[in-house]
């Protein structure tokens, strides 16, 4: 896995006085993004894993549970709860569905459990 946290953050948003520097940030912190979301998505390895049955992989409560923290720590944290709700709950879709291909390659497309 490539390890991109040694990049510096050259600017912040208010210090920023090119698109340049605007550019380089953005590019700096999708870099930073995309090594989270890679270990993310190796937590939905672990989980159809662990779970065991292919019918608890999509857990309504767990949905709306995560949803609420993100929104919680969103507003925290400043970011607008219009991009924070619809990105998560793609990224939680796109989880799930990554979880049940991953579990099918463990376990077998209509397992017993299934």
């Not at 090119?18 to 090594?35: G, S």
């Not at 979301?37 to 390895?45: G, I, N």
């Not at 925290?76 to 990224?91: D, K, N, Y």
């Not at 799930?96 to 299934?114: L, N, Q, T, V």
Request: glycine letters at 4%; charged letters at 30%; proline letters at 4%.
């Amino acid at each position: 896995m490539t390890t991109y946290t040694s990049d510096q953050r050259h600017h912040t948003a208010e210090t920023s006085e090119t698109m340049e520097q605007v550019r380089y940030e953005i590019d700096r912190i999708d870099r930073l993004l995309v090594e989270i979301l890679a270990e993310r998505q190796s937590f939905m390895d672990a989980a159809a894993r662990i779970k065991g049955d292919r019918k608890i992989v999509h857990d309504r409560p767990r949905i709306e549970d995560v949803v609420a923290k993100v929104l919680a720590a969103s507003a925290e944290a400043g970011l607008s709860p219009a991009i924070a709700e619809p990105v998560w709950r793609t990224l939680i879709d796109r989880c799930i569905a990554y979880e049940f291909g991953s579990y099918d390659a463990r376990f077998g497309p209509g397992d017993a459990s299934s």
